[in-house]
C-alpha cells in the first residue's frame, strides 16, 4: 500500500489536492476537496488569528474519516511569518491534528527543519509534513535536514508565489525524483512521496505528472473556478477569461508592491494574469502613479478586474484551461477521473 493510501486513507488515487491558497482557500472549499476523496489544505499562510476557527468549521463541515485520529485535511503555512507564527499554531495542531501540515517560504535556512520538528512533537507525528520546493537543490537540502513525508514539487507554472528563478515540471520533477532517490539510498532512509504542482489544470497534466515521478497533484488555478473560493467575481471572471499563460500571465513583484505584500523573501515572485498595471508599467509608467491608478481601480470593486483592470489577478500559466466555474467536489472527481483515464487506471 502507497504511503498516501495509508496516511489519508479516505482518498482515492491519484491524489488531487487543492493548494493552501492564503485568503482564498479556506475551510468550505479545503473540505469539499477532502469530502470528494482528495485533500484539501486551509490557507492560513502568515497570520494564526483564523486557524481556530477554520479547523472548528472544518470538523463540522467533513464528512470523511481518517483512520489514524487525523482531522482529514491539511493546513497550510508560509514560514516567513517566523517564530510567532509557530508558536500559535502548535497547540491547535496539538489539539485538531489535521492529517498534513504544508511548510513553504522559509527566510532562514534552519527553519524548516525547526517547524518540522516541533510539529512532528506537537502532533506524536500524526499530522504529516509537506515541503513545498522550486529547485533540485532545495529538494536535496529540505530531504537531508527534515526528512518530510511529502515534496511538493513546485514547477515555474504555477499560480501566485514561487521561485523567481526554477524550471518547468516537465524537467524539475523527473530531476527531483532521480536525486531523492540516490540520497535516501545512500542513507538508508525512507524516500519522500512526491506530489506535483505547477500549472496542472486538468487531468491531463495530473497524468503526465504521474509519469514523471508524482503520486498527486496539487491545483491551485482550478480551483479559483469554484463557488466555494473566497474571491471577489471580477477575480475570478478574470481568471475565466484569461487564455495562452504563458503569455498571458508572469512572475514577479510589482503587483505585490502596488497591493503592499512586502514580507516575501526576496527569490520569490507572484505569477499573475496580465493587466492594464503590468503593461503601463512595461511601457515606462512611474510606480507612483501606477500605484495611484491602482488605489482607484480598488475603489471600483469587481470592475477592477476585467477589461482595462488593474488589480492582482494571481494565477498559474495553466490558466487556459480553465473555462467555467464548477463546484470544487466536481473539480477534484472530474480531474481524477480524467487522469485515471488518460493512465488507464479505471480497469485497475
Ligand atoms: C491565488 C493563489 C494563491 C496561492 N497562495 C499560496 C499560499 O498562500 N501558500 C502556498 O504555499 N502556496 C500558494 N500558492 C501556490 C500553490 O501552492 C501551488 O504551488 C500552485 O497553485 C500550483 O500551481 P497552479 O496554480 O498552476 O495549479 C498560491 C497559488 C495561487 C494560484
Not at 29 to 40: D, P
Not at 135 to 143: H, M
Not at 295 to 313: F, I, N, S, V
Request: proline residues 5%.
Amino acid at each position: 500500500m502507497s504511503a498516501i493510501a495509508t496516511d489519508y486513507p479516505w482518498t482515492s488515487q491519484p491524489l488531487i489536492a487543492v493548494a493552501p491558497m492564503r485568503l482564498i482557500c479556506l475551510s468550505k472549499l479545503a473540505s469539499e476537496v477532502s469530502n470528494a476523496g482528495g485533500l484539501g489544505f486551509i490557507g492560513i499562510g502568515s497570520d494564526a488569528s483564523t486557524l481556530e476557527a477554520e479547523l472548528t468549521q472544518a470538523k463540522s463541515q467533513l464528512t470523511v474519516k481518517s483512520s489514524n485520529d487525523t482531522l482529514p485535511i491539511g493546513v497550510g503555512f508560509l514560514l516567513w511569518a517566523g517564530e510567532p507564527l509557530l508558536q500559535a499554531s502548535l497547540p491547535l495542531l496539538a489539539n485538531f491534528r489535521p492529517a498534513a501540515v504544508w511548510l513553504f517560504a522559509p527566510s532562514q535556512p534552519d527553519q524548516l527543519a525547526h517547524w518540522t520538528t516541533e510539529i512532528r512533537k506537537a502532533t506524536g507525528g500524526k499530522s504529516k509534513i509537506w515541503i513545498q520546493i522550486g529547485t533540485v537543490a532545495a529538494a536535496v537540502g529540505v530531504v537531508s535536514s527534515c526528512q518530510p513525508d511529502v515534496l511538493v514539487v513546485q514547477g515555474s507554472d504555477a499560480g501566485g508565489h514561487g521561485l523567481e528563478e526554477c524550471a518547468g515540471l516537465i524537467s524539475l520533477l523527473p530531476e527531483v525524483d532521480d536525486a531523492v532517490t540516490s540520497l535516501c539510498q545512500s542513507k538508508s532512509v525512507p524516500k519522500p512521496t512526491l506530489i506535483a504542482a505547477g500549472g496542472l489544470s486538468d487531468g491531463r497534466g495530473v497524468a503526465a505528472s504521474t509519469l514523471l515521478g508524482a503520486s498527486g497533484a496539487v491545483l491551485g488555478t482550478r480551483y479559483l473556478a469554484c463557488p466555494e473560493a473566497n474571491l471577489t467575481k471580477g477575480y475570478q471572471n478574470a481568471v475565466l477569461a484569461a487564455s495562452d499563460g504563458g503569455v498571458n500571465t508572469a512572475r514577479g513583484k510589482l503587483y505585490d508592491r502596488l497591493r503592499g505584500t512586502k514580507d516575501w523573501p526576496a527569490e520569490y515572485g507572484g505569477r499573475g494574469i496580465l493587466n492594464k498595471t503590468w503593461h503601463d508599467h512595461k511601457a515606462g509608467l512611474s510606480e507612483e502613479e501606477n500605484q495611484r491608478l491602482y488605489d482607484e481601480a480598488m475603489q471600483r470593486g469587481d470592475e477592477g478586474w476585467g477589461d482595462g483592470g488593474r488589480l492582482t489577478t494571481y494565477a498559474g500559466a495553466g490558466v487556459g484551461l480553465v473555462k467555467r466555474v464548477q463546484p470544487a467536489s466536481e473539480i477534484t472527481r472530474e480531474v481524477r477521473e480524467e487522469a485515471r483515464k488518460a493512465l488507464k487506471m479505471e480497469r485497475l
